[in-house]
């Protein structure tokens, strides 16, 4: 594949969403050089003629242009998770790991790479002694990732920091509301998890708490939590929601787990009737076997018994979206999803939808505010000046959010960086 960074890539003719919340402009002219966004305006003759003699043009004309997807909590379990990310269009992700030496490496090498998302590590992920993420994954080779003390605490996220992480992940749950009756999770002391948030904060570092309970998002958002890694099971009331506005606290709904938690079966049939996903072109003919056989959903039913119980909790969960929203509080989209790595960004971005978010402000939450969650001021949106990440697609995302399946080409930093076509 070709690099276009040394020259000037031209784009003409499709529609141009640029992620701002401002309607479509049909017939745009989108200029890219060096891997940023040049200009984004009007495909007028005048424009064209003011063109570099050296540009490459691109009749993209019928097509849409959308930024760069981002996943704004995603787990890989290999590369080759990170490589389907970017095939399905996700630029950038915020990657819950445990090593920070290692995720660091990793972060610096996608810089580069053109088959990976840019990866921005929450890192480590800290847990109890027997809490929720200690079973079996790996320690930190470099800190201790179970504090049992506040000075434990307390130098683990220095450590973290000195390591080069700028997010820490801290569990605060039992994981009773979807494991029940199987034996509670340990929880931190709470005096242990506000010296994790609050050295990270004290240390100018963001710090994204897993804590799906309203009394823990609450005592989360009191620590001094950047972002609440999960939605929130119960709802909302309107004083914690006007303190994250304030603040501001992201919100990551994830609704995708909720869904495949409540029922499994019914949600990965659901996904697979999008024929752009279990037919040609789409996902590999063994995984929709896998996702679809008995043993798969069953499987999930064993280590996840509550599931009724987070059905209960659903029509919840989709009205604290909605409350998030309508009251400014950022909603950041993130899957968490392994199941489906990549599309469960369209998945998610379908729920909002279904939810009812508006088609602008769901690709909002799927970009602009998911890059603001990061700290990034680079992307998110197509603006000159900004880095230039972006999808090329087959059909109207504002008309149905999941044609952002459609893809034509994804663009990382104004290179051509997984060409495919559906």
């Known amino acids: 594949m070709k690099t276009l ?63 760069g997807l981002i996943d704004a909590h995603v787990h890989a379990e290999s590369d080759a998770d990170l ?9 950038s992700v915020r990657l819950m790991a445990e090593d920070t030496a290692s995720a660091g490496e990793l972060a610096k090498a996608s810089k580069t790479r053109r088959d990976v998302p840019e990866v921005f590590p929450a890192v480590p992920i800290f847990t ?52 029940a009756p199987l ?42 939590a950047t972002a609440l890694a999960h939605g929130v099971l119960d709802p909302i009331d309107p004083e914690t929601a006007a303190t994250m506005k304030s603040r501001p606290v992201f919100y990551v709904p994830t609704m995708d787990i909720y869904e495949f938690l409540a029922d499994t079966r019914r949600f990965v049939d659901a996904v697979l009737s999008d024929p752009r996903l279990s037919g040609p072109g789409g996902l590999p003919a063994a995984t929709v076997a896998r996702y679809r056989s008995a043993e798969y959903s069953d499987g999930y039913r064993r280590r996840y018994p509550n599931f009724e119980n987070v059905a209960r909790h659903l029509p919840a969960l989709r009205a604290n979206l909605r409350t998030m929203q309508r009251a400014g509080v950022p909603v950041a989209l993130g899957t968490d999803m392994w199941a489906f790595p990549g599309v469960g960004v369209s998945i998610e ?33 197509l603006e000159p000046g900004r880095r230039a990440d972006f999808l090329i697609l087959h059909a109207d995302p504002l008309l149905d959010v999941k044609n952002v399946r459609s893809i034509a080409a994804v663009y990382k930093a104004g290179t051509r960086a997984v060409p495919v076509s559906r």
């Open 128 to 179: 109890t002694p027997g809490g929720w993420w200690s079973q079996g994954q790996p320690p930190d080779s470099r800190l201790d990732r179970f504090p049992t003390t506040v000075d434990a605490a307390r130098a683990a996220v220095r450590q973290a920091k000195a390591l080069g992480s700028a997010e820490i992940k801290v569990m605060l749950d039992d994981m009773a509301w979807c494991r």
């Open 183 to 224: 034996p509670a999770f340990s929880r931190f002391p709470e005096a242990v998890s506000a010296a994790l948030v609050g050295e990270a904060r004290a240390a100018g570092m963001r710090a994204i708490v897993h804590a799906p309970n309203l009394a823990d998002a609450r005592r989360a958002i009191e620590q001094g």
């Open 349 to 381: 971005m379908d729920l909002y939808a279904a939810a009812g978010l508006s088609p602008l402000d769901v690709l909002g939450a799927a970009t602009r505010t998911a890059a603001k969650s990061l700290g990034l001021e680079d992307r998110g949106t």
């Open 5 to 67: 960074l040394a020259a000037t890539l031209v784009l003409r003719g499709a529609t141009l969403v640029d992620g701002t919340g401002s309607p479509p402009r049909q017939n745009a002219l989108v200029v890219v050089r060096d891997g940023r966004l040049v200009s984004a305006g009007a495909a007028t003759s005048a424009a064209a003629a003011a063109l570099p003699a050296d540009a490459e043009v691109l009749d993209v004309s019928g097509k849409w242009i959308v930024p």
């Open 83 to 91: 490589q389907e990310m970017l095939r399905w269009g996700v630029t």
